[in-house]
């Protein structure tokens, strides 16, 4: 789909192709089965222009595999920019400038057969200490800074978590990382990226 509506096929065949893009940009979405059952799966899309420059991000999928009667937890992290500079979707990696108000979103998932025990999302936030808005779907203590406890994680059970930041830096690249921790399950990252343009 683009920007929310459907699109011919081509994205990985041979690239889609626009006569111009706006600052308001495109948003491209679009849906795969894993069929691996462990690893990492990288996928990287690319951007070309007649009269700009090339650019190419990355999304990373963790395969995890599943251990009968153990909790198996995942993460997914993204981010999206409230403005004023600009609105954009949730993503991995967005555009945005100085005093830029963002949105992280981080969910949580358990997908395995058995509760995670004491399960805790720790993350990075290298933007400062301007979080305001936190929210978490589930019963919790603690905080971004300092972690968020979930308490246990039942199979199937997924939480989302989304707080917003303002950008303070004038340009250059804000890598954000979300770790989630259970006693009885493996550690697993995201990351969200804030590409910061400087203002001409």
Known sequence: RVNNQSH?????????VFDTVNQSGITITYRMTVNVNSGTLVNVARATADNAQNRQDSANINVIPITPGQPALSITKEVKNFGPSQTTGFATSINAKKNDTVQYKITIRNLG?????????ND?????GSISGL???KSYTGSIQNGVNLGDLAANESVIITYSATVNIEQGTIQN??????QNASSQQAIAIVN?????
């Open 135 to 137: 929210n978490v779907s």
């Open 8 to 16: 011919a096929t081509g994205l990985t065949t041979g690239g889609l």
């Open 124 to 128: 990075s936030n290298p933007i400062g």
């Open 113 to 121: 057969n058995a509760t995670a025990s004491n399960v805790v999302v």
């Open 177 to 182: 990382t979300a770790t989630v921790s259970a």
């Open 196 to 200: 910061v343009i400087k203002d001409q």
